[in-house]
């Protein structure tokens, strides 16, 4: 089995150490892979999409090709995890400066995203969060974090912020508007894995 963590930018070492500790916690025999160009999603039990910048990594990931692969993937059933600008990118639409850059958004979860919406990268922050899948609250990691203003009836909020949706999943599709690869809380990482497990 294999986990890929799309690795054209952003936090990806953090998230290829978590999920493999995750996996090590689990007792589960599995490869954690870095995408870095076509060919690798499809051999993929899971995916994983980390922040970065929103417009780099869509216009990257049309180029070489792995967007088409993940839209693919995830009308499968595969599972897909994007956690900050990865909530964007899998987002079904943008706010004006979404819209503004361009960004060819997957499309994968009927999220509508703001892309700043708790500031920019000044406004970095830790909060604690009520998240609908764990027992206990999360510390969650926000760095210029974007949020999901509205989203549709197939998605389930998991958690909130200040009135902003910033944890929601949609069948296979699991978007967070924090980073979990930033601590050593793996329970996140763990869900993941169990969703890719179970699938």
Known sequence: MKIG???????????????????????????????????????????????????????????????????????????????????????????RQVEKTGQELLGIMDTRVNRNAFGRQRDSFEAELEVFILDSPFTGVFIRAPGIVSCGPGVKVLSRLEGMIVAAEQGNVLALAFHPELTDDLRIHQYFLDKVLNC
């Open 5 to 95: 963590v799309i690795a054209i930018q952003g936090a990806v070492s953090e998230h290829v150490d978590a999920l493999r500790r995750a996996l090590k916690e689990r007792g589960v025999e599995a490869e954690v892979v870095e995408i870095k160009h076509k060919g690798i999603v499809p051999e993929c039990s899971g995916i994983v999409i980390p922040g970065g910048e929103s417009t780099t990594l869509c216009r990257l990931l049309a180029r070489e090709g792995i967007a088409e692969e993940i839209k693919e993937a995830a009308a499968k059933g595969v599972p897909i995890l994007g956690t900050c600008a990865g909530l964007i990118v899998i987002a079904k639409e943008g706010d």
